[in-house]
């Protein structure tokens, strides 16, 4: 019994040691073992995959709101600019706005020397004030002095009438001589030219006779000559027609200007537009009221509405676009003359859409687009029939189903290939 008991603790003692040497082995052996594994392991990978292919990640048809726009860059614009400039020929005293202000309707921006313009109205206003002395003159002096003749008159000519009727009366009753009669006769003819006389004065003294209108004409010339000499002066000093952001400044101080050569250029206050050019293979998308989402490349994050407000009628054959408008009804302070734009014009949209990644379609500009699928493990080549494009969606018509999926171009699988599809 005990040889039996010595024998049984031999037998796990050799086997302890076995063991222990295995493992000491191993130890010694570690990174052979550790190889043997890893190709083990890749051994059994390369299996799967020539079993059951690659996996690649798909995309998925799904269903969804689709909006296709057309995306075009361009520049800020007004609709139209104000140059501004001189009425008169005249050297800048002194220019009060910088290229870049704002500035009001009626706010002075170039001063011109102006002496001899204020001599001028000095001196017209001397011809305005000589005329009015004319016209009072005739009101009060001559007038009254011709109304006081003409009463004179009149009765010089009543006592010439009544002389000459008594003369009469006593030269048919023998009492006086022809000579008498001749002489009041002669006496009352006189009297009655005086008293026309007088009344020719008094009618030219009094107003719509000559002497009242010539006086009163050349008053309205020397007020006419002020107005004009008033203009002239207010030229000197020229305004802002409207409010606006200056633009262009052309003049400094001490410039002999010209009358009509432009001096600054004005952007007046309110709408903006955007000026893009199109490729003319959107034209046919395009139309008057679409709406679009812009955003300046200054600052990309900050984006604003805009609407389609003019398609030029012609093509610029050298580039193979048109000119497109849009403007933007509330234009933010950021936005400044000729900044760089980014616009999405949103020219349809679908509701429901079947709905795929542009990135997993091929040859959508042949005229012949397909994608590849997934059937029995093996990527199929499938055509489709394509319809709105968005920015990275395209809406599939025909050819797929919602929930069927695509292999992206980019994975490098070829027609054929079993591959085993993994959902984003």
Do not use: C
Request: hydrophobic fraction near 45%.
């Amino acid at each position: 019994m005990v040889e039996q008991t010595l024998s049984v603790s031999k037998q796990e003692h050799m086997t302890r040691l076995s063991a222990a040497s295995a493992w000491s082995g191993v130890l010694v052996h570690k990174w052979f073992v550790l190889a043997v594994l890893v190709l083990l392991a890749l051994g059994a990978w390369q299996g799967v995959r020539i079993l059951f292919g690659p996996a690649v990640v798909v995309d998925q048809v799904a269903r969804g709101r689709l909006i296709e726009t057309v995306v075009a860059s361009g520049h800020v614009e007004t609709p139209y600019r104000v140059e501004i400039g001189s009425q008169i020929t005249g050297t800048v005293a002194d220019v009060l706005v910088q290229e870049g202000e704002k500035v009001s309707k009626g706010q002075p921006l170039i001063s011109l020397e102006a002496r001899e313009l204020k001599a001028s109205v000095i001196q017209a206003q001397g011809a305005v004030a000589q005329a009015e002395a004319r016209i009072r003159q005739l009101e009060e002096l001559t007038l009254p002095s011709a109304k006081e003749a003409l009463t004179q008159a009149q009765a010089t000519l009543l006592n010439a009438q009544q002389t000459y009727d008594r003369t009469a009366q006593l030269e048919r009753n023998g009492y006086a001589t022809r000579a008498a009669l001749d002489d009041a006769q002669k006496t009352l003819d006189v009297a009655r030219a005086v008293k026309r006389a007088a009344e020719f004065q008094v009618y030219t003294a009094s107003p719509g006779g000559s002497d009242y209108v010539m006086a009163q004409t050349q008053l309205n010339q020397a007020r006419a000559n002020l107005d004009t000499a008033d203009s002239r002066l207010g030229y000197a000093t020229i305004v802002a027609p409207r409010d606006g952001v200056l633009i262009t400044r052309n003049v400094e101080r001490g410039t002999v200007v010209q009358a009509g050569k432009a001096l600054l250029v004005l952007a007046p206050s309110g709408d903006l537009q955007l000026v893009l050019q199109i490729d003319e293979r959107n034209l046919g998308k395009l139309a008057l009221g679409q709406s679009a989402l812009a955003s300046a490349d200054a600052y990309p994050d900050r984006r604003f509405a805009a609407k389609v407000s003019y398609i030029n009628p012609g093509i610029d054959i050298s580039r193979a676009t048109v000119q497109v408008k849009l403007t933007v009804a509330e234009p933010s302070d950021d936005l400044r003359q000729d900044m760089t734009v980014s616009v999405d014009i949103e020219v349809a949209a679908k509701d429901n859409a079947k709905v795929l990644p542009v990135r997993s379609v091929h040859d959508i500009l042949s005229g012949q687009p397909w994608v590849l699928t997934v059937e029995g493990g093996r990527a199929v080549k499938r055509p489709v029939k394509l319809g709105l494009r968005g920015s990275s969606n395209i809406e599939v018509v025909e050819g797929l189903e919602a929930g069927d999926v695509a292999i992206p171009q980019s994975s490098g699988v070829v027609t054929g290939q079993r591959v085993r599809p993994v959902l984003r």
